[in-house]
């Protein structure tokens, strides 16, 4: 790590100059011509290319799944990105597919049940490796989004978004406990921590087929060696490709 990191927008790797580009874009933001729905509209004007990259592999790794049964499970809400961008490749690629829903997870209140493991490394941790790191209470607010979001879909009479508050590590066997008939197309798995993550699996890797994605986020990494120590747990790792995007590091993959 470099003496010019900084903490801006909840990333390890802002450096002063990306502060000072961020800061720009919202003044930018804030002060360009056009109405709210304007910029709704042209929302180029204001991604930056790392976001842009990133929601082009959540498209990828969707369509990678096209014709595979089974739900899209989002284990680490937070903001809701990842979910409603899920949501949104679902109406826009897949508009009558109403049996795929996308199932957020989360506890809402931050991280729980942070281990050892979660802290092997010799260099720091992340930033956000606490109890109550990464806290977003935006379970309501994201009620609302989704709300809105069912207002302009195809056969919004059957529900398409869902959430599960609490921790996952109750959560995923108690929502499997309830709905046996579930599978899983993508697994995506945000939450960078060692026992969330195999809770995650251990409920959601027996409904995955033949095809379907295991999405992990932040694999290899010094800062959050809990989520790789994960996977070596609960797969054997000879018997799979992991992949990373070339285009966003930090999104990894592997195709059952």
């Given at each position: 790590m470099t003496d010019n990191k900084v903490d801006f927008g909840g990333s390890?790797?802002?450096t002063n100059q990306q502060q000072s580009i961020n800061e720009r874009k919202i003044d930018y933001f804030e002060s360009s011509l056009g109405s709210s729905i304007d910029k709704q509209q042209s929302l180029m004007r204001y991604m930056s290319r790392q976001d842009l990259a990133k929601l082009l592999c959540y498209a990828d790794i969707y369509n990678m799944t096209s014709g595979i049964a089974g739900n899209i499970v989002e284990c680490g809400v937070y903001y809701g990105n990842g979910l409603m961008t899920f949501a949104k490749l679902c109406a826009s690629l897949e508009?009558?597919?109403y049996n795929c829903k996308?199932?957020?997870?989360?506890t809402f209140e931050g991280n729980q049940s942070i281990s050892e493991k979660d802290h092997?490394?010799?260099?720091?941790?992340?930033?956000?490796t606490f109890e109550g790191g990464y806290e977003a209470n935006t379970y309501d607010d994201l009620k609302r989004c989704i709300e809105i979001f069912d207002m302009d879909r195809p056969l919004n009479q059957f529900p398409k978004v869902e959430l599960v508050k609490g921790n996952i590590c109750q959560t995923a066997p108690e929502y499997i406990e309830n709905n046996q008939q579930t599978l899983v197309r993508i697994l995506s798995l945000t939450m960078n921590l060692y026992e969330p993550t195999k809770a995650a699996l251990k409920a959601f890797l027996p409904r995955m087929s033949k095809g379907s994605v295991i999405m992990p986020f932040t694999l290899n990494s010094d800062l959050y060696p809990g989520m790789t120590l994960s996977i070596l747990d609960e797969l054997n790792i000879k018997d799979y490709q992991v992949k990373t995007m070339p285009n966003y590091p930090n999104v990894n993959y592997i195709v059952l």
């Open positions: 390890e790797f802002s508009p009558y597919n996308v199932i957020g997870f989360d092997l490394s010799k260099s720091e941790s992340g930033l956000h």
